[in-house]
Every structure is written in C-alpha cells, then in structure tokens.
C-alpha cells in the first residue's frame, strides 16, 4: 500500500485506462481507481442501511464488488467501465443481503428487485452478472479484498480506519463524528488524509 512517486500521475488516466493496469499489476492504478469509486460504495451501502447488515460488511462486500470488476472487465469490448462496476458493486452487495433469506429458502425475485443497467447496455449487464457468480472470480477478489484491507490498515491510523469504515457504511460526516466522540472537522481532515494515502 505504499505510494510511489508516480501515483498521483494516474488522475490523468480513464477507468478504462486504470482497469487495464490494474489488470496488468499496477498496484497505484487499482489504488486509483479505490479513490474513485468509494463514493459509489458508499452509495449504494446507504441504500440499504437498517437491513440487519452492519455497513461495514456491506462495504467491504461493496469493494470485493468493485475487485471483481476491474479483474473481469475486458477493455476491448468498448464497454463503459463505471457500468460494469457500479453493477458488480450493487450485485455484490445485494447478494450479501440476500444470503440470510436464501437459508430461508425464499426467492431471491421477492427480497431485493435488481436494478435497470443505468446505460441500457446488455451485454455490460451479463458481464457483471458472470463476474458476481463465478465462484473463482468471487473467491480471488475476496482475497483481493482481504490483501487491500490489510494494506489499509497498516498505512491509516486507527481513527482514519474507523472514519473510513464508517463512511463506507454510509454514514455521513455528523454522524461519523457523533459515533467517535470527535467534531466534524476532523473526521473531514481525516477523510483528506485517507484519500492522499490510499493515492
């Protein structure tokens, strides 16, 4: 998780760009690509907080979401990587939500309704739909996941840990700050200095 000189040059860069690097072992290109979609994280984990999930579990499941994606997408399809993603995220997280009701045996259909592919593109929505289910893709982004967060920790202090997880999980800057006893500026100074670190 350390970040090399050259991190920063990768703002330049498209999704696209950053995936394909990623893809390639570019660690600050992934790292990048974090910095980006953490507000779509958060999101989508906002949706369905009081579910009986702590949303901090959805985040990271939100994350493994987003892992899958960047190791499934294929560039050279022309297809839109913020698509992809936000669908493999939303997938992620709904099947963690929906793993409790299907011991119970009931239809996924009647739980939580997937949403329309906001682009409208078939073929970006089968592709995120064979990233979320294919057992090896979930197993090494979980892994992924798994490495990422270790890295994280190392390189946060516990306070910018607990702010992160916490604004993952949706919760908004009073509230995060309520929750840790601290005033709303310095869970935003603490957000900053998450973002130049994860950079």
């Not at 057992?135 to 270790?150: C, G, R, S, T, V």
Request: glycine share 6%; hydrophobic share 40%.
């Amino acid at each position: 998780m350390q970040s090399c000189s050259g991190s920063r040059a990768f703002t330049a860069f498209s999704d696209e760009e950053l995936a394909a690097l990623a893809q390639n072992g570019q660690a600050d290109a992934f790292n990048a690509l974090v910095v980006r979609y953490v507000v779509i994280v958060n999101m989508r984990v906002s949706c369905y907080r009081g579910t009986g999930i702590e949303p901090e579990d959805l985040a990271q499941e939100g994350m493994i979401g987003l892992m899958s994606a960047v190791r499934s997408f294929r560039p050279d399809t022309g297809a839109c990587f913020r698509t992809f993603a936000w669908l493999c995220i939303d997938r992620s997280v709904l099947s963690a939500l929906k793993a409790p009701f299907r011991k119970k045996r009931i239809p996924d259909a009647k739980i939580f309704p997937l949403e329309e592919n906001p682009c409208g593109d078939a073929h970006e929505s089968a592709g995120a739909a064979e990233a979320s289910q294919n057992p090896e893709h979930y197993l090494i982004a979980k892994e992924d996941a798994k490495n990422f967060w270790q890295g994280v920790k190392r390189v946060l202090s516990p306070f910018e840990h607990s702010v992160l997880l916490r604004f993952l999980g949706g919760e908004d800057y009073r509230g995060i700050a309520r929750q840790l006893d601290a005033t709303v500026k310095s869970v935003d100074n603490a957000i900053q200095r998450v973002r130049r670190k994860l950079r």
